[in-house]
C-alpha cells in the first residue's frame, strides 16, 4: 500500500493478463501508422478481470482512436489494442484529445509496455490514469516500472483537466522518463534496479474497470486518443 499522508491507497497491479488475442483472425484497427490487434473475450479476464470488446473501439474520420466503457445486456464491456510491433527502447508518446481528471473512480486508462513473457516483470511500464476505486483520492495517476509495489517503482501523480495533453515515457538502459503536460509532476525518472531489457514487448492502450467493478456513477466512459508516437533511443557509433 502507498501512503499519502493520512490517506492510505491500495495501489493495484496493471496485468495485461490474457491480453493475447483469440485464435483466428482478431480485428484490427490502424492507427497513427501503426497495426494495432483489438483485445475481445466473452469470458472475464484481467486487467479487472473484464470482458474486452471491439464493439468499443474505433478510429474517426479524423484518425483518432476512440476507446470505450459500455453497458451491455451481459454487463459493462471495457477496451484494449496491442500494437502488432514491438518496439524496444525509445521514446512512446501519446496526445490525448479528452480530460482525465473527472474519470470515474473505478474507470483506469492505461499506456503502457506488456510482454506475454514474465521475464523483467512482463516488461511492464506502464502511465496510469486511476483513482482504484478511492473517490477522495487527491493523487488521480501514476507512473510505474514494474513491479508497483518494490519501493521507489511508483510515483502517483495529480493530472489536471486540459482536453488535450501529452504523455510520454523514454525507456533507455538503466533508466525510464515520464513526462505529462497536465501533471502535477511533469516528469518523473526511475533509474532502480526493474527497467527491462527490450525483448518482444508491445506498446498498449486500455480502458478498464478496476476489480471489474462498474463505474459508481453508472455512466458510460469514452476516451478520445489523437495520436500514438515512437521514437527509437539514438545510437552512438
Same mark, same amino acid.
Given at each position: ?5 493520512s ?5 493495484a497491479?496493471v496485468?495485461a493478463?490474457?491480453?493475447?488475442p483469440s485464435?483466428?483472425?482478431?480485428p484490427?484497427?490502424?492507427?497513427s501508422?501503426y497495426?494495432w ?5 466473452? +469470458? ?6 473484464n470482458?474486452f470488446?471491439?464493439a ?6 479524423e484518425g483518432?482512436?476512440?476507446? +470505450? ?9 471495457c /477496451?484494449?489494442?496491442? $500494437?502488432?510491433?514491438s518496439?524496444?527502447y525509445?521514446?512512446?508518446?501519446w496526445?490525448?484529445a479528452?480530460?482525465v481528471?473527472?474519470l470515474? +473512480?473505478?474507470?483506469v486508462?492505461?499506456l503502457?509496455?506488456?510482454s506475454?513473457?514474465?521475464?523483467f =516483470?512482463?516488461r511492464e511500464?506502464d502511465?496510469?490514469a ?8 487527491p493523487? $488521480?495517476?501514476?507512473y510505474?516500472v514494474?513491479p ?5 517503482n511508483?510515483q ?5 483537466? =486540459? ?12 533508466s525510464v ?6 501533471a502535477?509532476?511533469?516528469e518523473?525518472?526511475?533509474t532502480?534496479p ?7 514487448? $508491445? /506498446?498498449?492502450? $486500455?480502458?478498464w474497470?478496476?476489480?471489474?467493478l /462498474?463505474?459508481?456513477?453508472? +455512466?458510460e466512459v469514452e476516451?478520445?486518443?489523437e ?5 527509437p533511443?539514438a545510437t552512438?557509433?
Open positions: 500500500m502507498l501512503s499519502l499522508g490517506l492510505v491507497l491500495l495501489v497491479p496485468s493478463e490474457g491480453a493475447r485464435p483466428g483472425q482478431p484490427r484497427v490502424s492507427f501508422g497495426e490487434v483489438v483485445k475481445e473475450y466473452t +469470458r472475464k479476464l484481467g486487467p479487472g478481470p470482458i470488446s471491439a468499443n473501439v474505433r478510429v474517426d474520420e483518432r482512436l476512440h476507446l +470505450r466503457i459500455s453497458r451491455t445486456r451481459k454487463g459493462w464491456t /477496451a484494449e489494442v496491442i $500494437n502488432t510491433r518496439l524496444g525509445g521514446t512512446y508518446s496526445t490525448l479528452s480530460p481528471d473527472g470515474d +473512480r473505478n474507470v486508462l492505461g503502457f509496455t506488456w506475454d513473457d514474465p521475464a =516483470a512482463h511500464i502511465w496510469e486511476a483513482r482504484w476505486g478511492v473517490a477522495s483520492d493523487t $488521480n495517476g501514476q510505474v514494474q508497483y509495489d518494490r519501493p521507489g511508483l502517483r501523480v495529480t493530472f489536471g483537466g =486540459a482536453e488535450r495533453s501529452t504523455q510520454s515515457f523514454t525507456w533507455r538502459p538503466g522518463t515520464f513526462t505529462s503536460t497536465n502535477d509532476v511533469p518523473w525518472t526511475y532502480g526493474d527497467v527491462p531489457e527490450p525483448g518482444d514487448e $508491445n /506498446a498498449r492502450m $486500455n480502458l474497470l478496476f476489480r471489474g /462498474a463505474p459508481s456513477d453508472g +455512466r476516451i478520445v486518443l495520436s500514438f508516437s515512437f521514437t533511443l552512438t557509433s
